[in-house]
């Protein structure tokens, strides 16, 4: 009886991990619209990495496509989002940072450290800091002074109509 349980969990197991991003639409559609104000209706999930683990810690970044310029109008009416450039915290934590003094970043990236986020070069960006010490109106630098993260990165690609969110939790 143990053998037949091991054998079930041993083929269940590809099966749950091969649908964590598989029901992730409506799951992350609700996230998604809940912390960027973004109505994703009509527009379609093109990939998923998360390697978020049991205690909540990890990466995800989860790009949606669309099929016109609905979701830029919303973006340009929120106040939140920004006009790209991304400014330097944005910066290090997508694509890193470099200088005399070194280097830092980038933080969300996949398991062999390469960006998840691709250049964007025409669009907005929005910054969540979602960490318990954070304070309205903190400078954002700050952000990467902390030991641990807990944000939010949205970039919207208004020439493809992408729009790229990703999580980093620590």
């Known amino acids: 009886m ?12 590809p099966l749950y991990l091969l649908t964590a991003c598989w029901s992730a639409p409506q ?3 609700g996230e998604i619209a809940r912390q960027t104000g973004l109505d994703l209706s009509g527009g379609e999930e093109i990939s998923c990495y998360d390697t978020h683990s049991g205690n909540g810690d990890g990466i995800s970044c989860i790009v949606w496509q669309f ?3 609905r979701v830029l109008e919303q973006v340009e009416q929120d106040a939140r989002w920004e006009p790209l450039p991304l400014d330097e915290t944005e910066q290090t ?3 890193g940072i470099s200088g005399d003094w070194g280097s830092m970043g980038p ?3 996949d398991e062999e450290g390469k960006a998840l986020l691709p250049q964007v070069e025409e669009g907005y960006s929005l910054l969540l800091d979602r960490h318990q010490e954070a304070k309205e109106g903190e400078d954002r630098a700050q952000i990467l002074e902390r030991y641990s993260f807990n944000l939010t990165l949205a970039l919207y690609d208004s020439g493809t109509n992408t729009l ?3 999580e980093l939790d620590t």
Do not use: H, N, W
Request: charge should be negative.
């Open 67 to 69: 099929p016109d310029d």
């Open 2 to 13: 143990k053998l037949l349980y091991g054998v079930i969990s041993l083929l269940l197991t």
């Open 93 to 95: 934590l997508a694509y």
């Open 164 to 166: 790229y969110f990703c």
């Open 27 to 29: 799951d992350s559609r």
């Open 107 to 109: 933080y969300l990236t």
